[in-house]
């Protein structure tokens, strides 16, 4: 299950911990009125141990972390020079439209592009694609400086 019990502290438990988180497993599992006691001390300690975890001192942790998934790279992107000046934050917004446009769906980020199509000279998909372009660029310039 990818959990594993350490002492408050992060290191391994001590068999006497051991003994008395198991024994008092006992008392946390019995029902009627004395599981409630089991139940309350999960939900009121903000680590939600149970008697058994209090007494010995002991806290159950996630043991595996999750493997990231895995995300296939766009296709490279060749550099288009911008067709005009553009300011310092007009760049960055540019640079930063590149950044998110991963997080955004197609259509999020067609509509976005639109807003910029007087500097793409495109809309849709299209536009989104020249503005990758344009914000490659840029950010290739700034590496050379």
């Known amino acids: 299950m990818g959990l594993r019990v350490v002492q408050a502290t992060g ?70 020079p911008l067709p005009v000046g553009l300011t310092a934050n007009e760049m960055r917004a540019l640079a930063l439209f590149r950044e998110r446009a991963g997080l955004w769906s197609d259509g999020r980020r067609a509509e976005i592009a639109d807003q910029a199509s007087l500097l793409s000279g495109a809309t849709g998909a299209a536009g989104v694609n020249r503005l990758m372009a344009m914000a490659h660029w840029v950010q290739e310039k700034r590496g050379e400086r």
């Open 11 to 80: 290191s391994p438990i001590t068999l006497g911990q051991a003994v008395v988180r198991n024994f008092l497993r006992f008392i946390d599992g019995m029902p009627l009125f004395t599981y409630c006691f089991g139940l309350t001390s999960c939900l009121a300690t903000k680590r939600f141990q149970r008697l058994g975890d209090l007494a010995a001192g002991t806290v159950v942790i996630y043991d595996r972390i999750p493997p990231l998934p895995v995300v296939a790279l766009p296709p490279p992107i060749a550099a288009v």
